[in-house]
């Protein structure tokens, strides 16, 4: 049983950054391709991106691509998300997920695709 605590979130202007992490316990972190996603008010939930077990490969929603990077580092079982010129569109729960069993990378971009879930962390995008 995978554990996942995300951190980071916050209230930024438009233009601004923010990095997000996601510790992980109760597993072997390198083994699990590790994927971020968000919801907003009212949305579903919608995937932002995903990195392979050793980083090797990512995988980004178009929404966010140039500007969102995810990144992992295996030795402190973390998973980060940097999120640079942010837009009020932007502002969501952000929730990272952990994928197991599989061994091809596939760029997992649907939530049933994911076997654990941390509890989220509120970004706020002010205009």
């Known amino acids: 049983q995978v554990q996942l605590v995300e951190s980071g979130g916050g209230l930024v202007q438009a233009g601004g950054s923010l990095r997000l992490s996601c510790a992980a316990s109760?597993?072997?972190?390198?083994?699990?391709?590790m994927g971020w996603f968000r919801q907003a008010p009212g949305k579903e939930r919608e995937f932002v991106a995903a990195?392979?077990?050793?980083?090797?490969?990512?995988y980004y929603a178009d929404s966010v691509k140039g500007r969102f990077s995810i990144s992992r580092d295996n030795a402190k079982n973390t998973v980060y998300l940097q999120m640079n010129s942010l837009k009020p569109e932007d502002t969501a729960v952000y929730y990272c997920?952990?994928?197991?069993?599989?061994?091809?990378?596939?760029?997992?971009?649907?939530?049933?695709?994911?076997?654990?879930w941390g509890q989220g962390t509120q970004v706020t995008v002010s205009s």
């Open positions: 997920a952990a994928r197991g069993r599989v061994t091809t990378w596939d760029a997992p971009r649907f939530a049933a695709q994911y076997d654990y």
């Open positions: 990195i392979s077990w050793s980083g090797g490969s990512t």
């Open positions: 109760g597993g072997t972190f390198s083994r699990y391709a």
